[in-house]
């Protein structure tokens, strides 16, 4: 018996970094050990910000390189479902079926859909369907799976809102069919990028790759932002308003105490902090960047992986697209 069923997805990105890594990635593998685990790439996601030939043609690599990430980090597709959104096309069929009863003025109201709708410039109505259709989308992904728990970061709490809604209204119309699906924030820290300001992200190009190299993972470590106030190598450092500090937390976190005193003491400067923690970053995925090698050098496997992984989801996703045809009247 496990503690109940979890789907979770994100968009292919290509390479992850320390952020998707901390803030996602490391509980998913977690939470294996207790819950019957769905995992996705939600390609179908991407398509509503993405359009045209030439800006699609990165959603396969991208899915694949986030695949080798996953697989690398230890989701495990034994145990877990790890699977291809649009190769389940129910999920289609579901979005389109919860959204006769999903009302505008909630999907609407969706901040991350006010903050595109600001983005990209547009006046509301040319805003196309698929983008107000997305949380719509995303409950059908998680109810497909009766899956209870859903773990996501802050972020995401306003679409997880409204899956509740629809769950809920779906439930009342025609009868109890879906448990209302319940956020699992993660506890960790959000990770501030490369600039020591923003959260860490790739558009913003402040990120740190897992699988980067040990060269590559240096050369970052060495443009981060440190405590502004400390110009000469002979001024006492602040560790808590460091950026690098903020990440010896978690890669050095034996010896912080010791990296705190030098710090403050002028012991130590930025750049000895920086190797330092490239050190540490690059200790803690040896095993992982071994492991993602070896598996991006046999891509059929990977695809085939996937492919299973699509199967089992459908085996489930039908049944419950055929339950929900049952309720709604198309029997
Ligand atoms: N919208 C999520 C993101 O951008 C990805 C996603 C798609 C998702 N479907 C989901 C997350 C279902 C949780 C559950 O990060």
């Given at each position: 018996?496990?503690?109940?069923?979890?789907?979770?997805?994100?968009?292919?990105?290509g390479?992850?970094?320390?952020?998707?890594?901390?803030?996602?990635?490391?509980?998913?593998?977690?939470?294996?050990?207790?819950?019957?685990?769905?995992?996705m790439?939600?390609?179908v996601?991407?398509?509503?910000?993405?359009?045209?030939a030439?800006?699609?043609?990165?959603?396969?690599?991208?899915?694949?390189?986030?695949?080798?990430?996953?697989?690398?980090?230890?989701?495990?597709?034994?145990?877990?479902?790890?699977f291809?959104?649009?190769?389940?096309?129910?999920?289609?069929?579901?979005?389109?079926?919860?959204?006769?009863?999903?009302?505008?003025?909630?999907?609407?109201?969706?901040?991350?859909?006010?903050?595109?709708?600001?983005?990209?410039?547009?006046?509301?109505?040319?805003?196309p369907?698929?983008?107000?259709g997305?949380?719509?989308?995303q409950?059908?992904?998680?109810?497909?799976?009766?899956?209870?728990?859903?773990?996501?970061?802050?972020?995401?709490?306003?679409?997880?809102?409204?899956?509740?809604?629809?769950?809920?209204?779906?439930?009342?119309?025609?009868?109890?069919t879906?448990?209302?699906p319940?956020?699992?924030?993660?506890?960790?820290?959000?990770?501030?990028?490369?600039?020591?300001?923003?959260?860490?992200?790739?558009?913003?190009?402040?990120?740190?790759?897992?699988?980067?190299?040990?060269?590559?993972?240096?050369?970052?470590?060495?443009?981060?932002v440190?405590?502004?106030?400390?110009?000469?190598?002979?001024?006492?450092?602040?560790?808590?308003?460091?950026?690098?500090?903020?990440?010896?937390?978690?890669?050095?976190?034996?010896?912080?105490?010791?990296?705190?005193?030098r710090?403050?003491?002028?012991?130590?400067?930025?750049?000895?902090?920086?190797?330092?923690?490239?050190?540490?970053?690059?200790?803690?995925?040896?095993e992982?960047?071994?492991?993602?090698?070896?598996?991006?050098?046999?891509?059929?496997?990977?695809?085939?992986?996937?492919?299973?992984?699509?199967?089992?989801a459908?085996a489930?996703?039908?049944?419950?697209?055929?339950?929900?045809?049952e309720?709604?009247?198309?029997?």
């Open positions: 018996m496990t503690s109940g069923t979890i789907l979770s997805g994100m968009r292919p990105s390479r992850l970094h320390l952020g998707n890594y901390f803030g996602a990635l490391q509980n998913w593998t977690r939470l294996q050990e207790d819950y019957d685990c769905f995992y790439i939600a390609d996601h991407a398509l509503t910000t993405l359009s045209g030439e800006e699609v043609r990165t959603i396969a690599p991208d899915a694949h390189e986030m695949a080798l990430d996953w697989l690398a980090a230890g989701l495990d597709p034994e145990r877990s479902v790890l291809v959104q649009s190769q389940v096309p129910e999920h289609l069929v579901l979005q389109g079926l919860l959204s006769m009863s999903a009302p505008l003025g909630w999907l609407m109201r969706v901040p991350t859909f006010k903050e595109r709708v600001r983005q990209i410039g547009e006046h509301e109505e040319n805003v369907f698929g983008l107000v997305y949380p719509v989308l409950t059908a992904d998680i109810v497909i799976y009766k899956a209870d728990k859903v773990p996501v970061g802050i972020d995401q709490a306003p679409h997880l809102e409204i899956s509740r809604e629809i769950v809920r209204r779906f439930n009342r119309l025609y009868g109890d879906f448990p209302e319940q956020t699992l924030l993660t506890d960790s820290p959000s990770i501030t990028g490369t600039d020591g300001e923003n959260k860490m992200s790739k558009s913003l190009d402040n990120h740190l790759e897992l699988a980067a190299s040990d060269e590559e993972t240096a050369a970052r470590a060495m443009t981060m440190t405590d502004p106030q400390r110009m000469r190598r002979s001024d006492p450092g602040r560790p808590d308003v460091c950026n690098v500090f903020a990440l010896q937390k978690l890669f050095n976190p034996g010896k912080i105490e010791e990296i705190r005193r710090c403050e003491s002028a012991d130590i400067g930025c750049v000895d902090d920086k190797r330092d923690l490239a050190e540490g970053v690059n200790a803690y995925f040896r992982f960047r071994e492991r993602r090698r070896e598996l991006a050098e046999s891509p059929g496997r990977v695809r085939e992986i996937l492919a299973a992984g699509a199967e089992r459908r489930v996703a039908s049944e419950t697209v055929g339950e929900v045809y309720r709604m009247g198309l029997r």
